[in-house]
Structure formats: C-alpha cells, structure tokens
C-alpha cells in the first residue's frame, strides 16, 4: 500500500503527448521536445546515495526522532531486543543520526552505544526529562554519547502568564548552564501550536508576543537554544521561513514535518516529506545558515517505509527527481459533497458527511462494532474506477465495496481481507449510484473510522459534449509571467501550459506537437468566434520563443520599448474587460512583428 497526501494535496503525473516543437516559424528556431513525466524517487538508499552533494541534505545533518516509530518501540524504556530492531530499520531507511524521545536511561550507556555502533548511528539529540534532582544524569548520559544538544519535547515549564513564562526561561537558563559546563552544549527546547497562539502583552510596551518570543527573549544563548518544529509552527498560522530569518541565530535545529489541512479547521494530517502543504524547500533554504540537525518527524508513522522515503526527500528534494514534475490535480471525487448514509456514528462531531466534505481534518466515526458501514448517494449511475480509502487509525482490516442502483439492494464488487490501513487506493470495476464501504472486521479495539472515501468513475451512457472554455494563452501567460525566472526552460513553460489545458473537459485531442499551429491547438479550446484568439496565438508564440532562448525580454522594439514591457501591457490589456479591439489590433501588430523576427 502506497503511502500518499489526502485529497486536497495528491497530484498524478500529467500525460502528455510526444513529438517536439518547433517555437516559431523559421528553421533557425530550436526544436524543443516535450517534457515528460518523471518517476517518483524509490524509497531505497541505494537511490539516496545516487543524489549528489547538492541535491539536498548532507547526511551529517539528517537525522529522526525516534517518536516517529513510538508504535514499535512503546513508551517508556523499550526491552534492548526493540531498540537493536527498531534502530536497524531505521538505519535501512538511510538515517544516520537519531533523536530519543525518552533516552533508556535504565540502560547501561555502554550497551545503548553498541546498540548504536551495531547500525553505525548516532545521537544528535534527544528529548526527555528536565526534573532537576535527575538532571545530572541526564547530561552524564548525553555526554557519554557524544551528544551536542540535550532536548526536552516541550519549554520545561509552564507558561499560562506572562510571569509563568519568564519563570520557565529562569529555570532553563540554569538546566542549560549545568549541561554546557559539565560537557554539553546547550538544551533544546522544542515547541507545539500552543508556543505561538499564547499570547500576552508585554509589559513595557504593550505589544502582543507569544509565549515563544518571551522565552527567546529572556534565555542566554549561550545555554539554550530551539528546535523549531516547523509543522506544529506552520498549523499554528507562523510564515516559517520569515520566522527562521528573524530568529534564526536562536534556532540550531528544526524538527522536519509534512501535513495537509495546515493552519485549517481540523486537525492536521502528517505525510511524507514532499507530500504535503508545507514549503519545506524554503524552510531549508531559510534554514540554512543557522541549522545544524533537520530532524524528520511524523508521529504515529505507519511505516519504516514512510521514514525511508522521507529520508529520500532529504538527501535527494534538489535533484531532478526530487523537484517540481510536470503534474496536474486528480479529478474530483465524485462522493465530494454527495449525501451519505451510516449504520451508525459514535459522536455527533463525526458525522458521515464528514468522509466526503474534502477536508483531511474530519472524519466519520461509526460505534465499536461490526459489521458497520458508510454509503454515497452519487447522484447518477456511474462505471467506476477506483475508490481511494483515507483510515484513521481505528481502521478495517476486513471490508468490502458494494455498488447499488437503488440504495437497497447491493453487488460487492471489492474484498479486502487484510487491510492495513492508512491509505487504500483500490482499482475496481463495478456500476452504480449509490457505494457502500461495508467493514466487517476491526483492527483496533474501536469502531470504524475514515477521514475522507473518494469515488472515481464516469457516466454510464454517452455524456454529454463539454462547452469550451474561453481562457486563451493571454490569460496563462500572465499567471507565467508572475513567476518567470531566467532559468525557466521551454519545457517547464510548455509544462505549465499543457498541464492548465490539460484540466479542461476540452482537452481530448492528441497532436503531435511539431508545429506552433499544432501546439496552440493542445493549449487551449478554439474558440473562434472571439477575435481576440488571434492575439492568443501572437501571444503564445512569443512566450515560447522566451522560453527556448530566441527572444530575450530585453530585445528592444520599436518605439523605446522592449519585449518584456510589450508583453507586460498586453497581458494587462488582455486581462481587461474594458479593452478595446482596437487596442488589441495594436498589441496584435507589435506581436505579429517579434514573432517575424524569430
């Protein structure tokens, strides 16, 4: 089972046609092929290893907190057997550095480092008790590892006031002084939403600061530093990267999270890294100067897999198989928003309407039972495809999809007798309007439980043909435009033109793309009947030629002017609804007469 984002952030890769294009109309002109879509990295460090130097993370400063697997390694301290297992699948997941939640301090030291040294790991940090009659022990033991940053998962203190929270910056201060004069550098503190969203007025000049700033303001850095977690920060409506740049000489290390439904109503849902909502590429970057561990996180994992392919992202996101690929939203499941039926519910708060509303932060719960299930009325008969199933983790490991035409009388289609939850993306075949998931096994102790029950499939009969939508090149040239870099390629314009066509109902013509002709018949709909689709096609032909390297925005034309002011006013002008067709037939020259020069 592949693990991937929730609904709002999954992305398929954009099938595109083949063939090159020639951008313009002379033989000088480059030919350019058409970009094509490029594979998801494997999860394996064998791929790891293959990313160069500058394609993402050194890996002296990867590392991962051990919370992530805290189902395998349960709390408290874990029997030496469940740490050497643990630690070895996290070491095949290409981690080279760990971050204890709870450091075994029953263990002896020297057998916790042969532990470690078994599977060539270290310690980069750790979390765990700040109680200062046990503090003692806790540096000893960081020391005896080689640690550089003694941690604790939270402020070592309270901080419901203002005074609650200079307190809890006093008493750090003196934990942080006793770890760097006895052989530590400093303790990490470590924060959740609750850091940024407490706040109060500060008492000599009346500004609102969080409970974050306080206890930054009021440490010694020479004792106390941060671990920003850049998730919990996120969730929490912080812009990270503008947060890293103001305090970054207070941060050395960040835990590393990736969620959908961030900083929304709901709660957040962690993923893999790269397959969520937050930029972490700007965090990094952001991070850079200041940053000595990134610390990959995502509690409750549902699999060493899922830690290896975040690793992946690590060592590789700069890499050509870790960037931007040329990719286009999912269709919309057709349970979005339908009416849903239930055997039952096990809290007015999770309603079946909640498995189909879009957000990855509700869900639908059924009572502690079986069998159980959730049904959709689509509205019409529909042959389906493909049902994509998001679990929470009181899930099914037995079920079946059920199709109807009446809502009464139902066909299974679909068996699942070992379910493991998480994500389920099954391909199916079957005809209906109304689909049942129908759980007949529980996993865990609870009921039946989904954050959302996706529903792929088309029309059963000849639907209906589409009217063309009236979006020309003026309109995606102007969203280009926005985002132009002198780095840009042919191929990444033609991606992001092909892939915007590409989601029209309208886009149902395969062209090989080797002329410009061809190739503004595959970006947009004809539409004919508007004069201004003439300047679309001026229009188009210029930004491709931008792009391959034949005009430069900075060519002057006539009048004083350049390439780039020209296609700044008539994006502009094309955007307007007030535009005349005479100022169009002026653009329209102007661009007729640069794309005769190319």
Not at 265 to 288: F, S, T
């Amino acid at each position: 089972m592949q693990t991937s984002p929730s609904p709002g952030a999954r992305r398929v890769s954009a099938a595109l046609t083949g063939g090159a294009l020639l951008v313009g109309t002379l033989a000088a002109a480059p030919a350019v092929a058409a970009p094509s879509a490029v594979a998801a990295p494997t999860t394996t460090t064998t791929a790891a290893a293959a990313c160069g130097a500058d394609d993402g993370l050194p890996d002296s400063k990867i590392s991962i907190q051990l919370y992530t697997h805290v189902n395998e390694l349960g709390s408290g301290t874990p029997s030496p057997e469940t740490i050497d297992r643990v630690l070895g699948e996290v070491a095949d997941a290409g981690f080279p550095n760990i971050e204890p939640f709870s450091q075994p301090y029953s263990m002896p030291v020297d057998d916790y480092q042969a532990i470690l040294d078994r599977h060539d790991l270290e310690v980069s940090s750790s979390h765990g008790s700040t109680d200062w009659d046990t503090w003692p022990e806790t540096v000893d033991y960081a020391v005896a590892l080689g640690q550089d940053y003694i941690g604790t998962g939270g402020m070592a203190g309270s901080y419901g006031t203002y005074e609650e929270a200079l307190a809890t910056a006093e008493y750090v201060n003196r934990l942080g002084q006793y770890a760097h004069e006895n052989g530590a550098n400093k303790i990490v503190l470590h924060n959740h939403q609750s850091e940024f969203t407490t706040r109060y007025p500060h008492p000599e000049t009346g500004a609102m600061v969080s409970v974050w700033q306080v206890i930054e303001e009021n440490t010694d850095p020479r004792y106390v530093t941060f671990q920003l977690d850049v998730g919990w920060a996120a969730d929490a409506g912080i812009d990270v990267p503008a947060w890293i740049e103001e305090y970054g000489d207070r941060i050395e290390l960040l835990h590393i999270k990736d969620a959908v439904n961030v900083n929304a109503e709901g709660d957040p849902r962690q993923v893999a890294l790269g397959n969520g909502d937050i930029d972490l590429p700007a965090i990094i970057a952001a991070a850079e100067p200041y940053v000595e561990y990134y610390t990959y996180e995502w509690d409750y994992a549902p699999s060493f897999e899922s830690s290896a392919e975040s690793y992946q992202y690590l060592r590789c996101y700069l890499s050509e198989d870790g960037g931007d690929q040329c990719q286009e939203e999912d269709e919309e499941s057709l349970a979005l928003g339908r009416p849903v039926t239930t055997s039952s519910i096990d809290d007015p708060a999770r309603t079946g309407e909640m498995a189909v509303d879009g957000n990855a932060g509700t869900r639908w719960g059924s009572q502690w039972s079986e069998p159980e299930w959730i049904a959709v009325d689509l509205g019409a008969s529909y042959d389906l495809s493909r049902v994509v199933i998001d679990w929470e983790t009181a899930f099914a490991s037995g079920y079946e999809i059920q199709t109807s035409p009446d809502g009464e009388t139902w066909t299974t289609v679909h068996t699942v007798i070992n379910g493991d939850g998480f994500f389920d993306d099954i391909d199916l075949s079957g005809t209906g309007q109304h689909v049942r998931l129908y759980a007949t096994e529980r996993a865990t102790q609870w009921g039946f439980s989904l954050y959302e029950l996706e529903i792929y499939g088309t029309p059963t009969g000849t639907p209906p043909t589409p009217e063309p939508e009236a979006r020309g090149a003026g309109y995606w040239s102007s969203e280009y435009r926005q985002v132009r870099n002198p780095d840009y390629t042919t191929d990444e314009l033609l991606c992001f033109l092909i892939t915007t066509r590409a989601q029209s109902d309208v886009f149902d013509e395969v062209v090989d793309l080797t002329t410009l002709d061809e190739a503004v018949r595959v970006l947009w709909a004809p539409h004919h009947d508007e004069w201004v689709d003439v300047v679309d096609r001026q229009l188009l032909g210029v930004w491709l030629n931008v792009a391959a390297g034949s005009v430069s925005l900075e060519d002057p034309i006539v009048g004083g002017t350049t390439v780039g002011d020209l296609l700044s006013a008539i994006e502009a002008a094309r955007l307007d609804a007030g535009t005349t067709r005479a100022d169009l037939k002026e653009y329209k020259n102007a661009l007729e007469a640069v794309n005769a020069r190319h």
